[in-house]
């Protein structure tokens, strides 16, 4: 068996592997079929114990010609093939396990049918690249054949399974030899190839690409195929028998002469080195069209908007296309021999062609045939006005023109038409009218487009009513009525070299920012944008209020008077200065540059404003000054001693008074207080003292008014070296030093049982307190006495505790001082 054959049992085995597993278990052992092929079949059964020997016996079931045969294996052996056996036979397989004596054991039955018969190739060829074919013997009971194509040198390898003979096995690869072989196969399986034989695939087709580059001629290209050494091209028109075949060895293949608008079918193929073609390829590819016949043209639409052109069909076109030597085009399809371009331009001549098209191009261009368009309008018109009243409408020459259509319409709707073969037309044109004109153009295809529409107005009329009225200090408002023409109107102030402009549409303008205090001279021009300006129209007089006066200074003659002095240029004028307050106004007035105002009230601000008066008005007030008068006096003024070396001031607010200076003088020291507040606290007050009370009020600014009030004494002074002495009989005398002149005291006794008052007499220092009750602590206050009965209250505490010896006060212990309880 060669390497080939062996290959190809062992495919056989893997990929054709069935299990018929028929039989039965009989006694522990089993049998199935594992393989089979034309003449063998292969069984496989279970191990028995105790078996030496197996025997494998092949019996032919319903084959009277068949023979029955068996072989014997060993007792190691669980697999065996058995031959020969008659090709696609069934058989019965019997397995016994047998011993030493040969004495069977066990045995097993299963059934299984062989492959038919090996098949014989007659013969092999290759008409495409990719494929070929086989042709072969018929075997009985076979239900299909499997064709196997092999290349072990690049490594192919492939199989197909096909019905009968002829077979044809495909994917294979151009120009490539190939082993073949055949197998039958039935239900029981392959049987094993057969003698293979050998065939070479053909080359594959060439690759074509064809285009008509004119009417008569289609040129085909292709890429080189491997293995090629001649290449074979037919050609054949579409609908006809003849046909041209040429052989070549280039790549490329030009046919010529042939008819326009045609569909030729191309066909080609490839020739190996041994002269066998291979893979024929068809395509197919149409000629260029011919050229359209006579091109015709006719206006179309009313008035020469478009041309029709027309043309006759021709063979092999899908569209049509219509070209002007404008650069405008129409197209059509087949179905129809004309089409319309549009819109067309005034005063041309186009030279048109007709191009038919199909899939392989355009074909050659038509007889150029010409067509003239109506006439353009003249590109701009003006008017030329020599003499006021005599116009003269003009234009640039047309080409292409029999004669001149001009049309004139004025703006109350007279209208008139000038007929000339010149360039200009001549009519009357009134003062104060806009005139609206065109001019058309004839030849012999008809009227242009009306040209562009000019609108000439002539020079507008001068206002008679012109009212000049002052609305504000610097401000002339001009009135006047609507003139006839008149589309803006430009009005002119002029004094000296003071020069204003107002441009408005409205007959009304205002002229703003003036110089104050100035006669004007106004003119009020009428204008339009196309005539321009009447500059005959005559001036008006218009005057500006005076200037503001200036305010150099407002001084205060006194607290109550006031002297304010200004500065003006103004021309006869009178001036008013006002003095405003927020609860009064106050003015004087004067033809001079100064004035005075009395009697002002105190605390008052004002804001000083001056006018200036004329004939044509007042002038706006001059920027305010601000005047203040001094602070009024504060009222209500109390000072209340609060300790013998402090006070308490306090007053009512004063009219225009932001801060407070208050002074308490005397020939022993004064004391001063600076404050916001209505109140003030002084220290360093001495006892026993008359004061000057005064104080200053201030403004936010700085204004001042001094006042002096009534006089203000401060208390007594408190006593010093105040003592207790311990007297008889229950009693204890208090003793104190008196400063500055003797008066009048009281002293006060208070303990936690009982309270003592003593009051002495005038000019006393000393005071006895009797049957006080000992062994408590006692608070001793010595005050001075007002000569109204008032009794300090401020003076200082001493604490003295008072023991008792027996009943009897006894030792007196001083304990301290506090200043309050």
Not at 68 to 92: E, H, K
Not at 714 to 728: E, G, K, Q, W
Request: some cysteine; glycine content about 6%; hydrophobic content about 30%.
């Amino acid at each position: 068996m060669g390497l080939r054959d062996l290959k190809s049992l062992t495919f056989y085995i893997l990929f054709f592997f069935t299990f018929s597993e028929i039989c039965a278990a009989q006694n522990g052992i089993t049998v199935s079929i594992y393989t089979v092929t034309s003449k063998t079949i292969t069984a496989r059964w279970t191990r028995y114990a105790g078996a030496s020997s197996y025997k494998l016996t092949a019996t032919p079931i319903n084959s009277p010609s068949g023979r029955t045969v068996f072989a014997q294996f060993g007792g190691n052996t669980v697999m065996g093939s058995i031959s020969p056996l008659s090709p696609n036979t069934v058989y019965t397989l019997r397995v016994e396990a047998m011993d030493n004596s040969i004495t069977v054991l066990t045995s097993a039955v299963a059934e299984g049918t062989t492959a038919p018969d090996v098949p014989h190739i007659l013969g092999a060829n290759s008409k495409q690249s990719h494929s070929i074919t086989v042709e072969f013997t018929s075997m009985p009971g076979a239900t299909a054949y499997v064709l196997r194509a092999e290349n072990e040198a690049e490594g192919l390898f492939s199989e197909i399974e096909v019905p009968e003979s002829p077979g044809t096995i495909s994917n294979l690869q151009p120009f490539t030899m190939y082993t073949l072989s055949v197998m039958s196969v039935n239900s029981g399986g392959r049987s094993q190839p057969s003698l293979s034989v050998e065939e070479t695939t053909v080359l594959e087709a060439p690759q074509l690409s064809a285009f008509s580059p004119s009417n008569d001629t289609i040129m085909v290209t292709w890429e080189p195929v491997e293995h090629a050494v001649l290449y074979t091209l037919c050609i054949i028109m579409e609908g006809s028998e003849q046909r041209i075949k040429l052989n070549t060895t280039n790549t490329t293949m030009d046919f010529t002469v042939l008819q326009a608008g045609t569909v030729y079918s191309i066909k080609a193929n490839a020739w190996d080195p041994s002269g066998t073609p291979g893979d024929d390829i068809t395509l197919s590819q149409i000629t260029r069209p011919p050229s359209p016949g006579p091109v015709t043209i006719f206006p179309s639409g009313g008035r020469s908007v478009g041309m029709e052109v027309n043309w006759r069909s021709v063979q092999g076109a899908d569209e049509y296309l219509a070209v002007s030597s404008s650069g405008q085009n129409c197209t059509t399809s087949s179905a129809s021999t004309f089409c319309v371009i549009s819109p067309l331009e005034c005063g041309q001549i186009h030279s048109i062609t007709v191009v038919a098209e199909n899939t392989a191009g355009p074909s050659s261009p038509s007889d150029p045939e010409n067509f003239l368009t109506f006439p353009c309008p003249p590109e701009s018109s003006w008017v030329e006005e020599s003499v006021p009243g005599n116009c003269s409408l003009r234009w640039p020459e047309v080409n292409w023109v029999d004669y001149y259509t001009a049309f004139v319409k004025r703006d109350d709707g007279v209208e008139i038409w000038c007929n000339t073969t010149t360039t200009k037309c001549n009519f009357y044109c009134n003062c104060g009218y806009t005139y609206f004109m065109t001019v058309f153009s004839y030849n012999q295809a008809g009227s242009s487009p009306p040209g562009p529409m000019l609108n000439y107005t002539t020079i507008p009329c001068c206002p008679e009513d012109v009212a000049v009225s002052l609305v504000s200090t610097e401000t002339l408002e001009i009135g006047w009525t609507l003139v006839r023409g008149a589309e803006v109107y430009q009005t002119r102030a002029a004094a000296n070299s003071d020069t204003v402009l107002c441009n408005d549409t409205s007959p009304v303008c205002v002229l703003s920012d003036l110089t104050c205090n100035s006669n004007y001279s106004v003119v009020v021009t009428p204008c339009s944008e196309l005539r321009g300006c009447n500059h005959t129209c005559r001036p008006h007089t218009g005057e500006t209020a005076p200037c503001s006066p200036e305010i150099l200074s407002v001084s205060q003659i006194n607290a109550t008077s006031v002297n304010i002095s200004w500065s003006s240029t103004n021309r006869g004028a009178n001036y008013v200065v006002k003095l405003t307050g927020s609860r009064d106004m106050e003015s004087c007035q004067s033809r001079g540059t100064s004035c005075k105002i009395l009697n002002l009230p105190c605390g008052t601000v004002y804001e000083v404003t001056a006018i200036a008066t004329t004939s044509a008005g007042n002038s706006l007030p001059s920027y305010a000054v601000p005047l203040e008068t001094a602070p009024c006096c504060p009222g209500n003024v109390t000072v209340r001693q609060m300790t013998q070396a402090s006070s308490h001031v306090t007053w009512s607010p004063a009219t225009g008074a932001e801060y407070y200076v208050t002074s308490l003088s005397s020939p022993r020291g004064d004391a001063k207080c600076h404050t916001l507040q209505n109140q003030c606290v002084m220290g360093c007050i001495t006892c026993g003292t008359n004061y000057t009370v005064s104080m200053e009020a201030i403004s936010r600014t700085g204004h001042k008014s001094e006042c002096t009030y009534h006089g203000f004494s401060s208390s007594a002074c408190c006593p010093s070296n105040v003592r207790l002495y311990r007297m008889t009989n229950n009693t204890i005398r208090v003793h104190w030093r008196a400063s500055g002149n003797l008066g009048n005291f009281s002293v006060d006794l208070r303990g936690a049982q009982s309270n003592y008052t003593c009051t002495p007499p005038m000019g006393a220092t000393s005071c006895d307190v009797s049957d006080v009750v000992c062994g408590d602590v006692y608070s001793v206050v010595v005050a001075p006495v007002s000569r109204n009965g008032t009794k300090i209250e401020f003076c200082p505490r001493r604490m003295y505790s008072v023991s008792c010896a027996g009943s009897s006060v006894g030792m007196v212990i001083y304990r301290g001082r506090r200043s309050v309880d």
